[in-house]
């Protein structure tokens, strides 16, 4: 336990040393380049590559996460119920639509930039979150709903103070599994001009530039291990103080 | 008071709870006894309207139940269930402030109330005040469960088979609480059960239930010695009635001056515990103990014949 987080430490500092000061990994990447060419990428900034990568990954799972959740709460209330398979089919079809179509359909719409990929990574992202939250809030045990109504909390009061708190880890698994998989998946917005890191595999790939593709790839992974560590202890906590998984008797 | 008059509840064409009336005197502990499916549990859940009836009325000190709001109306009936229902991301403390809570008490007047009660049951609250629930046993997870459900101070409780989960020893001792908060706060309890030791052992009065039907609702000696139906004679146990009735009732009611030799047995002892002290010593007679001294004897003759059907 303690040697992995020692690991992971040190992985963090070589990423943030890399993003700062790029040319001193020169020598890393050296081998890799094809004869003569230039062992890092130049032609931005990585650093402002990754904030940006990260911002719009942000900002997609921020909003799949509002929409999900928030779909999730409506079809689980008596009067929503009746929307619960309209809305499954919602985030199901969105995560059937490859990525890449919807980018072909919103480029002529938007443009080329980010809105074609935000929009792509937010109804990629929609489904992990909405049938996680789905299931937190249809597996609070029975005898705490029976108790919750049976105190004299009103509807909001119990889905407030009960209901959400208790589905809270699984809600965090689901946007988890978006933030990982969109970090991935921005990536190919670079295809559409999009600022993100997927720039620097694709300038390796098109001047066949192992380096590069290492460069870009090697970040991406980083980031994505440590939004996953990030969110598995957050949820561990929560899990642990709550010992919500553990039945009454 | 509780009065519910012709109350009914039907499922899908199905009569769970069948034209019930009863009247539930205040301070009173009624148990509700009957075989799942017996419709006992949707009865309990009518009168604090978890389940709202398709027809007939409930009063609760004269107000129509359906006066206030239902999550109103809650707060101001306790309420405890089998599983308990503990919030488990929430302390015990705040588990039991729930309700006071909901009330908007201050909190000085929570803190207070939240270590009362923990002390009443034997908590200390300096040591559980804390805790969450997964970190307790079920017995004291159940402690909680009636804590919180008494936290508001309310005058009805109500309990669905809280003793349920329990194993025999501590069940016992939870009946012995509940009947000892009961003296104390003078609380209507009405209480769901399916077995009729605990229903004759805490019940004032018992209402039987069968098919959403009230078949009697009597007295424990009453319903034992003169029960309305075959089924209720099955539930109270043609087998040990005798016994059943004997446990009833305390030594100190057959007290008779005289000598006994061998082990005393406490006055306040059951008659079914000197019965069967008396069988097992082959004595004729035993001494009483109260308060430290031998006041008098119980004879086997007189404790059998208290055995026999009332006339």
Known sequence: MKGSALIRLLLLVLLVAF????????????????????????????????????AMVGVATLAAAIVSIGLAVLVTRPAGREFLPLSRSIANIG??????????????????????????????????????????????????????????????????????????????????????????????????????????????????????????????????????????????????????????? | MIEINGITKVYEGIRAVDDVSLKIGSGEIVTVVGTSGSGKTTLLRMINRLVEPTSGTILIDGRDNRDLPGHELRRAIGYAIQGYGLFPH??????????????????????????????????????????????????QQQRIGVARALAAEPAVLLMDEPFGALDPIIRGKAQEDLIEIQRRFATTIVLVTHGMDEAIRLGHRIAVMDKGKLLQFAAPAELIAHPATAFVADLAGRADRAFRLLSLSPVVDLLEPGEASGEPI???????????????????????????AIVGRVTREKLMARAGQPQ
């Open chain 1, 19 to 54: 993003l700062l000061t790029p040319q001193s990994f020169r020598p890393v990447f050296q081998p890799f380049a094809a004869n003569g060419a230039p062992a890092i990428y130049t032609q931005s900034s990585l650093l402002a590559l990754t904030l940006s990568h990260l």
């Open chain 1, 95 to 249: 995560q059937t639509f490859p990525p890449v179509a919807v980018l072909a359909l919103a480029v002529p719409v938007f443009g080329f930039g980010p809105i074609p990929t935000l929009i792509a990574l937010f109804l990629y992202g929609l489904l992990p979150i909405f049938e996680n939250t789905l299931t937190g809030l249809t597996t609070v045990p029975h005898s705490v709903q029976e108790a919750a109504r049976g105190v004299g909390m009103t509807d909001t009061q119990r889905l407030i103070s009960v209901e959400l708190p208790l589905a809270l880890p699984i809600i965090l698994a689901g946007i988890r599994l978006t933030a990982v998989i969109s970090l991935g998946t921005a990536t190919i917005g670079s295809t559409v001009a999009a600022k993100t890191l997927g720039e620097v595999i694709i300038a390796g790939l098109i001047s066949n530039n192992t380096a590069f593709v290492l460069q870009g790839g090697l970040v991406v992974a980083l980031l994505a291990l440590f939004i996953h560590q990030g969110f598995t202890s957050l949820e561990a906590r929560i899990g642990r103080q709550a010992g919500a998984m553990q039945p009454a008797q």
């Open chain 2, 90 to 139: 929430r302390t015990v403390a705040q588990n039991i402030a729930t309700v006071p809570k909901l009330l908007g008490w201050d909190k000085k007047r929570i803190e207070s109330r939240v270590d009362e009660l923990l002390a009443l049951f034997h908590l200390e609250p300096s040591q559980f005040r804390a805790r969450m629930p997964h970190e307790l046993s079920g017995g």
């Open chain 2, 266 to 292: 406490g006055a306040q002892a059951s008659l079914k515990d000197a019965l069967s002290e008396a069988l097992w010593s082959g004595r004729a007679a035993l001494p009483v103990l109260r308060d430290g």
